[in-house]
């Protein structure tokens, strides 16, 4: 069974920073790319950033570019978000994604807030 489970989120204040972790299990974690993405209330869920599968090519959406880094530890199977320079609009429900075998798995989310 598929399992995605993300942690780390929390209040901080703009400028502050956060670490998102997203533990997986059911799967082969090497041979998959992961990504995160986050809704803010009342908004769509919108893509964040996305690792490919080993250590492969990583891709930003321009409102995180250079603030925010995903990173992923195959041997423990684990992807993660350094999120720096947080903003009051960075505020929202982070999800870790999985697309595998046609069905696209999220985990139950972590609620990030960035204070003004």
């Known amino acids: 069974e598929v399992q995605l489970v993300e942690s780390g989120g929390g209040l901080v204040q703009a400028g502050g920073s956060l670490r998102l972790s997203c533990a997986a299990s059911g799967f082969r974690f090497d041979d998959y790319a992961l990504g995160w993405f986050r809704q803010a209330a009342g908004k769509e869920r919108e893509g964040v950033a996305c690792?490919?599968?080993?250590?492969?090519?990583?891709y930003y959406a321009d409102s995180v570019k250079g603030r925010f880094t995903i990173s992923r530890d195959n041997a423990g199977n684990t992807v993660y978000l350094q999120m720096n320079s947080l903003k009051p609009e960075d505020t929202g429900v982070y999800y870790c994604?999985?697309?595998?075998?046609?069905?696209?798995?999220w985990g139950q989310g972590t609620q990030v807030t960035v204070s003004s």
């Open positions: 690792i490919s599968s080993r250590d492969g090519p990583t």
């Open positions: 994604n999985l697309d595998y075998r046609g069905y696209a798995y």
